[in-house]
């Protein structure tokens, strides 16, 4: 059982006192070409040059401050960035003279402005504020808001207080989310007086200390090295950027291990270096980068077991287990047992579970399973296995028809995602046509290659790709014959027959005579049938039955047929009550789905309300519409959906 304990920041007031060390601030200078706009008659470049004067004379000398300036350089160029004074103690005279050369010309490339003056400030390692002035909004083609989440969440404090000086309402909301979207302000200012205003108002708020926050930690006093510590503090004037971390008890007091912000949190879950001995849990003040409360902890040697078989054929799945778990993301891997540490092979993150499965290598030899620490990579137990050669062998027919199902048999599946596969003879070792994985099976089918000739069945290895057996197979050219009647009517249903069904996904087909070997319009899969219903085209003309293979999409096998114009008549009464239901007759029927239907005498040829199914039959019962008038009982084919037959019927 760990022991919890608990630490008052009032108990540490002598380690941890220190002056609260303020963020730095660079400000970031539009000088956009923009900025030779006029507010009330002056240029806004000469208002924020006297507005930053004004702000540089009375800035604390002793306060750190840095001007970084974008578009004083050169025209149209998005790189134009410079810092124009580093961060540092402020020399006003230097400073001042600086600030007066600069010289608006280009574009406004803020969002990389502002990534800029935040690396000048070192924001990932001590806290950082810029103060941003600019006239219009990202020119260049980035996004200032993504960057101001990005920055606030990889800052130790990263706060950007915003100025719009003489920005329009539809343009603030895209440099307000600058600040928003780190914890700062923004200032809107149409004039001088606005500028000077928001000026000192963001020079107040990059200023203004913060209180400390007052802190307990809870902690245990001991964990194992690489593990999960659970972490909870509580206290005021707590800051959501604050966070707490996990260093060495002699580490620098802004270093950081693994740490997590608090957020709105009141614990959290840190990941223990790999390496044991003693360590401090920290909690860290945003506002200041440092340390306000700690706990000390000692990480201990984690003592585990890993253990799988003694031996393995190349590439089989291998079971391994260990005694427990560190860290879920700690990983168990197979490697050459001289391999070095880093080494990583076949591996399986361990999640919560105390065993999973391993790929053995293709290669046989001398490996070891490894337990691998997530937090830095130390080998915390191995165990020694063989991997050996497993004969394997793969079998099927001498010979198969082209485009043909081939069964084929293996001895033992090595893993569930090797595969069998059908090549040219003499292709090479990894080569693959068509395949199947053999998952847990000894046996499947294949389609024969459709060009025939000398060919291999083969078993390769999902770990190397290469083939471990092999088989002949000589793959015969594909014959069969296709038949039918001489003659159809266009548009009607026929039964087609075949010889005999070479794969069960190939398709036979009714085409215009002469089209090309791989033409299909209505088709039917062949399946294990030696025939099939198929409805022939709408156009009287010379037509060819054909079986198409499946492996290469080309006809082997033709039949000729001609399809005739068809006549159908059809009777219905002169005259039939609204609403009523009358009985209509047709001399044939071409298909049973050709539609018998009553439409308005003038409707078009394909108009079909009102309709009912051919069928089988030559008779049946249609409703007249509820409306009197001239209509027309029809009888229109399905193969095109245009009437081929009509007579006129009154609705009274």
């Not at 343009?171 to 923004?186: K, S, V």
């Not at 984690?302 to 190349?314: H, Q, R, V, W």
């Not at 391994?320 to 993150?349: F, K, Q």
């Not at 028809?401 to 003499?426: C, F, K, N, Q, Y």
Request: charge should be negative; glycine fraction near 8%; include cysteine.
């Amino acid at each position: 059982m760990s022991l919890n304990k608990t630490l008052f920041v009032l108990g540490l007031a002598v380690l941890l006192a220190c002056p609260a060390a303020r963020a730095d601030t660079v400000i970031v200078y539009d000088a956009s070409n923009s900025m030779w706009g006029q507010i009330e008659g002056e240029a806004k470049v000469t208002i924020a040059r006297r507005v930053l004067a004004d702000l540089v004379r009375d800035w604390d000398a002793s306060e750190p401050l840095g001007l970084v300036a974008y578009g004083h350089r050169r025209e149209g160029d998005c790189t134009d960035i410079e810092t124009v004074v580093p961060v540092g103690p402020v020399d006003r005279e230097a400073l001042l003279a600086r600030i007066e050369s600069i010289s608006p010309k280009g574009h406004t490339p803020l969002t990389e402005a502002v990534r800029h003056a935040a690396e000048a400030l070192r924001y990932r390692d001590v806290p950082a504020t810029v103060i941003l002035v600019s006239d219009g909004i990202e020119s260049c083609n980035a996004d200032p808001c993504e960057l101001a989440t990005e920055l606030a969440g990889a800052g130790i404090n990263f706060t950007a207080h915003v100025i719009g000086f003489g920005v329009g309402d539809a343009d603030q909301a895209q440099l307000a989310c600058i600040a928003e979207n780190t914890g700062g302000r923004f200032f809107a200012a149409s004039d001088a007086a606005g500028l000077q205003a928001a000026l000192d108002q963001a020079k107040g708020a990059a200023l203004e200390t913060p209180p400390e926050p007052r802190v307990t930690l809870t902690a245990p006093m001991s964990a194992v090295a690489g593990s999960n510590v659970e972490v909870s503090w509580q206290g005021e004037s707590i800051h959501p950027r604050d966070l707490v971390t996990l260093v060495p008890v002699d580490a620098a007091p802004d270093a950081r291990g693994d740490y997590r912000r608090v957020g709105n949190e009141t614990a959290a879950r840190l990941q223990a270096p790999g390496q044991p001995g003693a360590y401090e849990l920290r909690y860290v003040a945003s506002a200041t980068g440092m340390a306000v409360a700690s706990a000390p902890i000692e990480l201990t040697e984690a003592s585990l077991i890993i253990s799988g078989p003694e031996s393995a054929a190349a590439g089989a799945n291998v079971a391994v287990e260990w005694t427990d778990t560190i860290h879920p993301r700690d990983l168990v891997t197979i490697v050459p047992i001289d391999a070095a540490d880093s080494t990583v092979g076949d591996y399986r993150r361990v999640g919560n579970s105390l065993a999973v499965s391993l790929q053995a290598p293709a290669e046989p030899g001398d490996y070891e399973l490894r337990y691998v620490l997530e937090s830095d990579g130390r080998v915390m137990a191995r165990a020694a296995i063989r991997i050996v050669e497993q004969a394997m062998r793969v079998s099927g027919p001498e010979s198969a028809v082209a485009g043909s199902s081939v069964s084929i048999e293996w001895s033992d599946a090595v893993h569930p995602r090797d595969l069998v596969t059908i090549v040219p003879s003499g292709a090479p070792v990894d080569a693959y046509g068509e395949y199947r994985r053999v998952s847990n099976a000894a046996s499947g089918t294949l389609q024969a290659p459709a060009e025939p000739g000398d060919y291999e069945i083969r078993y390769l290895l999902e770990e190397s790709g290469e083939a471990v057996a092999s088989a002949p197979l000589r793959v015969i050219a594909a014959e069969t014959s296709v038949s039918g009647p001489a003659t159809a009517l266009a548009g009607s249903r026929i039964e087609v027959s075949w010889a005999r069904s070479i794969h069960h996904r190939d398709m036979v087909t009714i085409v215009p005579a002469g089209e090309p070997a791989d033409a299909t319009a209505d088709y039917r899969r062949v399946s294990t049938a030696e025939s099939a219903p198929l409805d022939t085209a709408a156009e009287p003309g010379n037509y060819e039955i054909r079986y198409l293979l499946e492996a290469t999409g080309q006809a082997i096998a033709s039949s000729p047929i001609v399809l005739t114009p068809p006549e159908v008549t059809i009777t219905a009464p002169a005259v039939v009550a609204a609403g009523e239901r009358f009985e209509a007759r047709w001399s044939q029927t071409v298909h049973p789905r050709d539609l018998v239907v009553i439409v308005p005498a003038d409707a078009p040829s394909d108009a079909d309300e009102g309709y009912r199914r051919a069928g089988r039959g030559n008779a049946g019962t249609l409703q007249a519409p509820d409306r009197p008038g001239d209509y027309e009982v029809r009888y229109l084919l399905v193969a095109n959906g245009l009437a081929i037959a009509r007579t006129p019927i009154r609705v009274e």
